[in-house]
């Protein structure tokens, strides 16, 4: 037993899973024995210095990390208050944050002896990372993608095909990442004995939101001591995107014992919270998908609601457990931001710093353009840019009316 | 255990446990549904409850789901259906099936009361295992009702004495890793499986997933308690919609005939 700090906010979840009420392992029968597996099996690579060292050195030499700190001086003066720094997790290999954590599941799947990966994907960003890393190991790949998804992220169905994985169109339900994820279970409870299901956020159930926060704190670790070294003191506010939430768990994680820390994370309020939104923390109440209880988007008789977001990376209608409790103790702030909103600020960061960033971190970006002019300018607001926007200019000429 | 599903394991033959889903392809198409499974000879009913995302089932059910959530079932309307049907079979066991989260969206008491004031006998819920127990099991087992749970070919002999461990009514063995309506398991390894269940299960052991013909349902019920027959019966409501209910009534007596006298030569 390790010594349980009551003051610390990072010694979740407990032994069953949960964080405070929120996550636990609901999941049917036939999935049970392989989530316990998967967890013993974390258990160990957690202690053994060699998945460390794996880890590590593909994270250095095939990611290219540590992703640089960077201050953002025109945005700043633009802005007129706080300092804007980000964390460049955009820089990283296939263009997110997401390929942290699936260098750390393919690993552990391996270490199980699996034979066969699947995953589903909503923009296709981690269907690209899944399928970047099972061409890396020469593992064989589905990706589940709902066929909505499929007809408005061409482009990344193409890459994952041209990284060998083979793309399945979901049919059912909305044709979403929703959708996506139930068909991903459904061939996982058929195939438990030789496939890995690399979950792309830190939700599902037990231990997927602890060993994915786990695999992405490398972002909040590597920000902590690059801050420290740049300006010999820690960030004021951090701020990131949640969709599911991984990003912003693996930057807030290794922040959450340092009180002088705030944290906002913001999620993607659609059309506006009063009409179609993906803002489950603001709009939705506990329940019960996917393997976890957390906030859900959800109608009185616990039906799922569909997320809209302009960002299909958004577009889930549930968050991360670890999200539900930090918003329930009060540690972490939310908030969430409009289409529109997150559409001016991509254009704010194009022509400030010349960065284009991707839908979901403009969301980020449009909370720190509300907050940073309220701040004094000796405040340090560090923001995780986790994706980077190649992938959305299509969806962004759309709405500013240029066909491409 | 219910006093109803007591009666339906002890009538000397196999039970034939008859699924389909509230509200498909209306809730007023459901009652007669229900009625012709009675009709055809059904020892159980599984009433199984829409969900959204029903992560368990293969197409069929998939779709019955969509059917009765299209039409408009409320759970109100799910417990209205049962309370009906108790007041028209007084003896038949019903058994509610579904996902957690409608379960406990008002809060599981305010399920479990429901439930048992509808006259429901037990509840299936497919994301709930053992491990996450205090989400519904308390709550049902005090109101009388049966929390039945799965057994899968994943289950192993250490892990099963867990399952049991709250279980009553009856043991669902889910006789494929996979979901509902697909394939079906080779009659060999479905006999070892609830031999080796039955080693350990003071319950009775009915068999599902996959099983859609007399000519499978049979054999089955030489080795097991019961067989459950789901897919089957829904693809005929999707086929005939409301009037559904003649020939889900012809399949399940055909399907009766099989489990009740499992060594007859129709079987």
């Not at chain 1, 902590?224 to 300006?231: D, H, I, V």
């Amino acid at each position: 037993m390790t010594v349980q700090n009551p003051n610390s906010y990072r010694t979740q979840p407990d032994e069953r899973g949960h964080f405070g009420q929120f996550g636990g392992r609901y999941v049917a029968e036939t999935l049970m024995p392989l989530i316990l597996d998967l967890e013993r099996e974390y258990r160990a690579a957690k202690e053994d210095p060699a998945f460390h060292a794996e880890f590590d050195d593909l994270l250095e030499h095939y990611v290219g990390r540590p992703s640089p700190l960077y201050f953002a001086p025109r945005l700043t003066e633009e802005l007129g208050g706080a300092q804007v720094w980000f964390k460049r997790d955009e820089l990283n290999h296939t263009g997110a944050h997401k390929i942290n954590n699936c260098v750390g599941q393919i690993l552990l799947a391996m270490r199980m002896g699996k034979t066969r990966i699947i995953a589903e994907t909503g923009a296709g960003q981690h269907g690209v990372a899944t399928a970047t890393v099972c061409a890396r190991f020469g593992l064989p790949c589905v990706i589940y993608m709902g066929a909505t998804d499929v007809e408005r992220q061409q482009p990344n169905v193409f890459r994952m095909k041209l990284l060998g994985a083979e793309v399945v169109p979901v049919q059912s339900g909305a044709k979403t990442l929703k959708d996506a994820m139930n068909e991903a279970m459904r061939d996982w409870v058929a195939n438990v004995h030789d496939t890995f299901y690399i979950i792309g956020t830190a939700a599902g159930p037990h231990p997927y939101p602890e060993l994915v926060r786990d695999f992405q704190s490398v972002i909040g670790r590597e920000a902590r001591a690059q801050m420290l070294s740049r300006t010999g003191r820690l960030p004021d506010l951090l701020v990131a995107a949640i969709g599911g939430g991984s990003n912003a768990i693996g930057l807030f994680h290794p922040f959450l014992d340092d009180p002088t820390v705030r944290m906002l994370g913001v999620e993607a309020a659609g059309y506006g919270l009063d009409k179609d939104h993906a803002a489950s923390l603001a709009g939705g109440r506990p329940g019960i998908l996917h393997g976890n209880k957390t906030y859900l988007l959800q109608d009185d008789d616990g039906q799922i609601l569909e997320g809209h977001s302009i960002s299909a990376g958004l577009d889930y209608p549930g968050i991360g457990p670890e999200h539900a409790w930090l918003k329930e103790n009060g540690r972490v702030d939310y908030t969430s931001v409009t289409d529109d909103e997150a559409l001016d600020a991509f254009q704010l960061l194009c022509r400030t710093e010349g960065i284009i960033p991707a839908l979901e971190p403009s969301h980020a970006i449009a909370a720190v353009k509300k907050i940073a002019p309220t701040l004094p300018k000796d405040t340090i607001i560090l923001a995780n840019l986790c994706g980077r926007g190649d992938k959305d200019i299509f969806t962004v000429a759309g709405h500013l009316g240029v066909t491409l | 255990m219910s006093a109803r599903l007591s009666a339906a394991f002890a009538k000397g033959h196999p039970a034939l446990v008859c699924f389909v889903t509230a509200g498909d392809p209306t809730p007023a198409a459901t009652p007669a549904i229900l009625d012709a499974l009675v009709a055809g000879g059904a020892d159980v009913i599984e009433l199984g409850m829409p969900f959204t995302d029903p992560m368990a089932d293969g197409p069929a059910i998939q779709a019955a789901n969509l059917r009765a959530l299209g039409a408009g079932t409320k759970t109100a309307d799910i417990l209205a259906i049962a309370a009906d049907f108790r007041a028209r079979h007084a003896d038949v066991p019903l058994v509610l099936m579904g996902y957690a989260n409608p379960m406990i969206t008002r809060g599981v008491d305010w399920f479990a009361d429901a439930a048992a004031a509808a006259g429901v006998d037990g509840v299936i819920c497919v994301d709930i295992p053992p491990e996450e127990d205090a989400e519904i099991g308390p709550a049902l087992r005090s109101r009388g009702l049966d929390l039945i749970r799965l057994a899968t070919p994943t289950t192993d002999a250490a892990r099963l004495p867990a399952v049991l461990d709250g279980s009553s009514g009856f043991l669902y063995y889910v006789s494929v890793a996979g979901i509902t309506g697909k394939q079906s398991a080779a009659l060999t390894s479905i006999e070892e499986a609830v031999a080796r269940i039955k080693q350990t299960a003071q319950l009775p052991v009915v068999v599902g997933f996959g099983v859609r013909t007399p000519e499978q349902a049979g054999p089955i019920a030489r080795v097991a308690d019961g067989v459950v027959v789901g897919s089957a019966i829904v693809d005929l409501v999707a086929a005939h919609g409301a009037d559904a209910a003649e020939p889900v009534r012809a399949l399940v007596a055909e399907l009766a005939r099989a489990v009740h006298t499992p060594g007859s030569p129709a079987a």
